[in-house]
């Protein structure tokens, strides 16, 4: 009995010192990372915008690879929210809160339930040409008595991992303005898409936000129209003689393109609305393969001089012929953002 008791009043001790120590711990937590990555800035900041892309780069997803995550709103906007729940990792969320782009993603974390959340933040510097400066960081507040672990957790290596992580998967990638990176780009969205109408049912392919807005049905047609429009429209500014002395007009780089084209918060009418006769996405997809094929199968025998010395206006504006092509995918892009959208939608049917 002495024995039991002893042991007990042991327990209580340590207890009672674990909560006068958590008196004197620091409530607040930090924890930082940086690294220069051999690529554009605006590259760069295009890929760690979107939540989706942490699972590649970050230590903590890679640390419970059996946690589930669900995704809402759109990715790589304002108001996109990860939750997870894992077994090494806990329950969590993390909602995109301020983006300003190139430059720097916020966002709010709420760890374990918790209604006061860690302030995180992602920002991207040039540092000199075709590298990047990226910081990775985060603020917090552990609530007492767990405080107490904030002497002993070193987040700061698990920020440094996921960023030297995040090097080696951009550093990886084509270098951009190459053939390669504009297949590399096709392939990416393709996949994009993809991922975006897998297993939707036909109420959902057909659901309208409102009489102003597309079902998804109707994005899928216009990407499968468009796919085989824009690029006759490239192929016959490239029948034209090259005009390597119109260059210097093309005021925009690749980057810039893609990020006009995958910025949502302008809108386009376009001439003729699409019918939305798709009641599959198998279909649609199946008609985007087939235009799109076309299309890489021209780019591998392609000239990168040749193309960008055909300068010509085009719906990008002043642009050369590499850029066009590029405008065919980052299409593809901005509307597989717009099926998010209507995804992200309140009414959206659940099946």
Same mark, same amino acid.
């Given at each position: 009995?002495?024995?039991?008791?002893?042991?007990?009043?042991?327990?209580?001790?340590?207890?009672?010192?674990?909560?006068?120590?958590?008196?004197?711990?620091?409530?607040?937590?930090?924890?930082?990372?940086?690294?220069?990555?051999?690529?554009?800035?605006?590259?760069?900041?295009?890929?760690?915008?979107?939540?989706?892309?942490?699972?590649?780069?970050?230590?903590?997803?890679?640390?419970?690879?059996?946690?589930?995550?669900?995704?809402?709103?759109?990715?790589?906007?304002?108001?996109?929210?990860?939750?997870?729940?894992?077994?090494?990792?806990?329950?969590?969320?993390?909602?995109?809160?301020?983006?300003?782009?190139?430059?720097?993603?916020?966002?709010?974390?709420?760890?374990?339930?918790?209604?006061?959340?860690? %302030?995180?933040?992602? $920002?991207?510097?040039?540092?000199?040409?075709? *590298?990047?400066?990226? !910081?990775? #960081?985060?603020?917090? &507040? /552990?609530?007492?008595?767990?405080?107490?672990?904030?002497?002993?957790?070193?987040?700061?290596?698990?920020?440094?991992?996921?960023?030297?992580?995040?090097?080696?998967?951009?550093?990886?990638?084509?270098?951009?303005?190459?053939?390669?990176?504009?297949?590399?780009?096709?392939?990416?969205?393709?996949?994009?898409?993809?991922?975006?109408?897998?297993?939707?049912?036909?109420?959902?392919?057909?659901?309208?936000?409102?009489?102003?807005?597309?079902?998804?049905?109707?994005?899928?047609?216009?990407?499968?129209?468009?796919?085989?429009?824009?690029?006759?429209?490239?192929?016959?500014?490239?029948?034209?003689?090259?005009?390597?002395?119109? %260059?210097?007009?093309? $005021?925009?780089?690749?980057?810039?393109?893609? *990020?006009?084209?995958? !910025?949502? #918060?302008?809108?386009? &009418? /376009?001439?003729?609305?699409?019918?939305?006769?798709?009641?599959?996405?198998?279909?649609?997809?199946?008609?985007?393969?087939?235009?799109?094929?076309?299309?890489?199968?021209?780019?591998?025998?392609?000239?990168?001089?040749?193309?960008?010395?055909?300068?010509?206006?085009?719906?990008?504006?002043?642009?050369?012929?590499?850029?066009?092509?590029?405008?065919?995918?980052?299409?593809?892009?901005?509307?597989?953002?717009?099926?998010?959208?209507?995804?992200?939608?309140?009414?959206?049917?659940?099946?």
């Amino acid at each position: 009995m002495k024995i039991i008791k002893g042991i007990l009043l042991g327990i209580l001790g340590l207890v009672v010192l674990v909560l006068v120590l958590a008196l004197f711990a620091p409530k607040q937590f930090d924890a930082e990372g940086d690294t220069v990555i051999n690529r554009p800035a605006q590259e760069v900041f295009d890929y760690i915008k979107y939540l989706k892309n942490q699972e590649n780069y970050a230590v903590w997803y890679k640390m419970d690879p059996g946690s589930t995550r669900t995704y809402s709103g759109t990715d790589g906007s304002v108001g996109a929210t990860v939750e997870w729940d894992g077994e090494k990792t806990g329950q969590g969320r993390q909602v995109i809160t301020n983006i300003v782009n190139g430059q720097r993603i916020e966002s709010d974390l709420f760890f374990m339930g918790s209604d006061d959340p860690a %302030k995180a933040l992602l $920002t991207v510097e040039e540092d000199g040409p075709g *590298a990047t400066e990226v !910081d990775w #960081s985060i603020v917090g &507040k /552990t609530p007492y008595p767990f405080n107490i672990m904030n002497w002993f957790m070193d987040m700061d290596k698990d920020f440094e991992a996921g960023l030297q992580n995040l090097k080696v998967i951009l550093e990886s990638r084509p270098e951009a303005g190459s053939k390669a990176y504009l297949i590399d780009y096709f392939n990416q969205t393709t996949e994009k898409l993809k991922n975006s109408v897998a297993g939707l049912s036909t109420a959902q392919l057909q659901f309208k936000p409102s009489e102003d807005r597309w079902s998804i049905s109707q994005c899928l047609e216009h990407i499968a129209t468009s796919e085989k429009l824009l690029f006759e429209m490239a192929k016959a500014a490239l029948e034209k003689p090259a005009q390597s002395e119109g %260059k210097p007009a093309v $005021t925009s780089t690749d980057a810039q393109l893609i *990020a006009g084209m995958t !910025d949502r #918060s302008q809108k386009f &009418k /376009t001439d003729q609305e699409p019918t939305g006769a798709y009641t599959n996405a198998e279909a649609a997809l199946n008609d985007l393969e087939t235009a799109r094929a076309a299309v890489l199968s021209f780019i591998q025998q392609a000239d990168v001089e040749n193309l960008r010395n055909h300068v010509t206006e085009s719906p990008a504006g002043t642009s050369d012929g590499y850029q066009n092509l590029l405008f065919i995918a980052a299409h593809c892009a901005r509307h597989t953002l717009q099926i998010e959208e209507v995804k992200a939608d309140p009414g959206f049917p659940k099946s």
